[in-house]
């Protein structure tokens, strides 16, 4: 594959997203309705989550890396943090500390805003003017290696092949497993992968992701008959050696921009792991 | 149980075994208010916001301050009468925090 | 007049909202149930971020918390979205808790897309029946309230939360049912409370509860403040997690406490329970809706919009300052307390007759603007 084959978008630090998403991220569960209706803009992309009050520790800090990390991932253009304003997660200092990492930051408070048509109503102009940015802003040819592609499996035989094609093709990789795959989609997205592929075991159906293009490789037979719609590929029959060249050429070819299965059903999930119960 | 707030009160204590107020609107500092039924009056001695607390009586530094006739915390340094009381100079005696 | 008008189930329970849930039996099933609902005209979707991951240790709590919410009796008739035949079962548990549920299942419609139609035909079918069945007096005796308290300042014990107390305690003298939550926010309060336990073995249990919360943050070794209180509660006046505790218990009034109940489980009789949940906003309510509330009571100082897929949940502001900057969210203002224009007693008589309002029919802030936040619950981390 051709270093000029690879395209996306360029930013302040050095990264190139391979989208450029305008993501409207909830500081805090509270928020998370405000986030909700904002996201049905065309072209918007909106978190829905659970977290941001009453984490403690260790959860508190990672909590707070998870969501920095989402919101500086290179696919996201602009980023919108709605917070509530009372919130552990301080949506105004998670925006601030932002905004010293990236353009396009915006942050819309509820409470200061005055509840939640303000709210709406602040945002919306928002996510209009940051759209319209976006939008003038066109695909450009990338260096090889700046595309990094997370894997969310590490014990499958088909890993280490898989890597080696994707390193081949100019693709530097990072393996990530937790106890969640969403979790993993998470802490890949946090770590900067601009997209993902998921390796789908026995009884797995497909998870997508807010933030990366996910594609999704069947591991199980019965799974992948089943949900055929959901995956990208299945990897079930022939050497690990073709399934790999055939994922890394997918890849490519989302890099490029086309859609994976996940993003043409508009499944945007974000599963945020917890290290500590919520107080 | 908390008394009945009349119109025009400026603060209110909850309980008789209280040794801090509520103020029930911004108080300015030298603001005379009257602790209930001793005769004893207390001058603020720094603005105290609506909805924060004044200490009625002098707190030793790690006395409990009492608020709803109940513990609500320890305080981690001396509190003149008419002082602010809350997170600079007190701490849950209940549960962590900077100074446990 | 204090009768409600419900809608009476075949679990012999009675709801004051008759909705069609679309509930993902997992996060991959989510976009399906929220596509379903788009094509239903009013049906409701609820997903969440639990995998069903083979050996979970959490599973047995998330199942019976799903199960519990869409066997609410404010809720006609669930289409379960499961992913997979795996998922079946929670569809199994909903229907022995005597609700009507349906079930579409991804594996057998190739996926996302192809579940859609499917499910939405299931909907459009439930919601049908649901049409049917016409709102009829319902006795005060089957309502539950859940009292929760969010984003608090130091006037949520002053005013809001003693006015609450009030009309908890006519509802229980009514015959119906209230439940208090949020265990972190009871430390403190622990002996004021298991003082009206109606046993000393409740009185007991009671304290247990909240002590051994206390030692879960020791052992945890963290400091605390941020998360209890928090940064608002701080802003707000609130120095302490007692101080919260204090005035959050006043939510309960003065009426005698029956149990204690896990966390999304039911009582068995009427009367005033505590649910062990956290006190977090989310997690409480849904807690509190799948142990059958019909209704959540909020009150708030620093203003949060938050509210149920499927109860209405009437926001009750500490002060009018709050009131008056966050119109469209909160339905009834105790802030006139402050000032001596309203007393206690008038503004918890006002919940109560807001209350049965609401059990006729009125819809709260919260179901206007559609919020429908929702958490699971978890408790295992190594």
């Not at chain 3, 809001?160 to 908890?168: D, F, Q, T, Y």
């Not at chain 3, 218990?249 to 204690?260: M, S, Y």
């Not at chain 3, 009437?314 to 105790?334: F, H, Q, V």
């Amino acid at each position: 594959m051709r270093s000029c084959d690879l395209t996306g978008y360029p930013r302040c630090d050095g990264t190139a997203g391979v989208r450029n998403l305008m993501l409207v991220l909830p500081s805090v569960v509270c928020a998370t309705q405000v986030a909700r209706e904002l996201g049905k803009a065309a072209g918007a992309v909106a978190i829905v989550h659970q977290h941001g009050c009453l984490h403690v520790g260790d959860d508190l800090a990672h909590t707070e890396r998870m969501l920095v990390g989402a919101a500086l991932n290179p696919n996201i253009g602009a980023v919108l943090i709605v917070g509530l304003g009372c919130e552990t997660v301080q949506g105004a200092s998670l925006a601030r500390t932002l905004s010293e990492r990236r353009p396009r930051v915006d942050y819309v408070g509820i409470q200061e805003a005055g509840g939640t048509a303000q709210a709406l109503a602040q945002g919306r102009a928002i996510v209009d003017g940051r759209l319209a940015q976006l939008s003038a802003t066109p695909r450009v040819a990338l260096e090889r290696g700046t595309v990094r592609v997370g894997i969310d499996r590490a014990g499958d035989p088909l890993v280490e092949p898989l890597r080696e094609a994707l390193e081949t093709r100019g693709f530097p990789t990072c393996v990530a497993e937790t106890a969640s795959v969403g979790g993993a989609h998470v802490e890949l997205a946090a770590a900067g992968m601009q997209a993902i592929v998921s390796l789908c075991g026995p009884g797995e159906p497909p998870l997508g992701s807010a933030i990366c293009p996910v594609i999704a490789v069947a591991r199980d037979r019965e799974m992948y008959l089943a949900l055929a719609d959901d995956f990208d590929l299945g990897a079930i029959e022939g050497t690990h050696r073709e399934h790999a060249q055939l994922i890394a050429e997918t890849v490519a070819s989302v890099c490029a921009g086309e859609p994976t299965a996940a993003e043409r059903r508009g499944a945007l999930d974000f599963v945020l792991q917890r290290l500590a119960v919520t107080m | 149980m908390t008394g009945t707030i009349t119109a025009g009160a400026r603060v209110l204590i909850l309980d008789q075994a209280d040794n801090v107020a509520v103020a029930l609107t911004d108080l300015p500092r030298g603001e005379v208010v009257a602790t209930s039924g001793d005769g004893v009056v207390v001058a603020t001695v720094e603005p105290i916001q609506a909805a924060h607390k004044l200490a009625i009586r002098p707190i030793a530094a790690g006395e409990a301050v009492i608020k709803y006739g109940e513990a609500i915390g320890l305080a981690h340094a001396a509190i003149a009468a008419g002082a602010h009381v809350h997170i600079h100079n007190v701490s849950s005696g209940r549960l962590p925090g900077p100074h446990r | 007049m204090s009768e409600l008008l419900g809608y009476p189930r075949d679990s012999g329970r009675w709801g004051i909202r008759n909705h069609v849930l679309i509930l993902a039996a997992r996060a991959a099933a989510n976009r399906a149930a929220e596509l379903i609902a788009d094509k239903s005209g009013g049906a409701i979707a609820v997903g969440h971020e639990w995998e069903a991951r083979p050996g979970d240790a959490d599973a047995e709590l998330i199942v019976r918390t799903l199960v519990g919410f869409a066997a609410n009796p404010n809720v006609g008739g669930v289409v379960l979205v499961a992913a997979t035949d795996a998922d079946r079962e929670l569809a199994d548990e909903i229907a022995a808790r005597g609700q009507t549920v349906e079930t579409v299942v991804m594996t057998e419609h190739g996926g996302t897309l192809g579940t859609v139609d499917a499910g939405a035909e299931l909907a459009r079918r439930l919601s049908g029946a649901a049409a049917r069945c016409r709102p009829q007096p319902m006795p005060l005796t089957a309502l539950s309230v859940g009292l929760e308290c969010g984003g608090s300042d130091a006037w949520s014990g002053i005013t809001a939360n003693p006015a609450l107390g009030i009309a908890s305690d006519r509802l229980i003298a009514a015959g119906a049912t209230a439940i208090l939550a949020e265990v972190p926010e009871l430390v403190g309060a622990e002996r004021f409370l298991a003082s009206r336990a109606v046993t000393p073995d409740i009185g007991r249990q009671v304290i247990a509860l909240i002590e051994g919360f206390e030692r879960s943050v020791r052992e945890l070794g963290v400091d605390i403040r941020g998360a209890q209180p928090t940064p608002g509660n701080i802003h707000g006046g609130l120095t302490t997690i007692e101080e919260k505790s204090l005035g959050a218990a006043r939510k309960a009034g003065t009426a005698p406490i029956q149990g204690v109940l896990a966390y999304a489980q039911a009582p068995s009789r009427p009367g005033l329970y505590i649910m062990d949940t956290p006190g977090h906003d989310i997690e409480q309510m849904v807690g509190l809706v799948a142990g059958g509330c019909q209704a959540i009571a909020f009150t708030t100082g620093r203003g949060t919009p938050t509210g149920s897929p499927i109860a209405p949940c009437l926001k009750i502001s500490t002060n009018s300052r709050i009131y008056e900057r966050m119109p469209g969210d909160i339905d009834l203002d105790a802030g006139g307390i402050i000032d001596g224009s309203k007393t206690v007693e008038s503004v918890g008589d006002a919940i109560f007759e807001t209350l049965l309002e609401i059990g006729r029919g009125r819809r709260t802030c919260s179901e206007l603007r559609g919020n429908s936040e929702f958490a699971i619950r978890r408790v295992h981390y190594d």
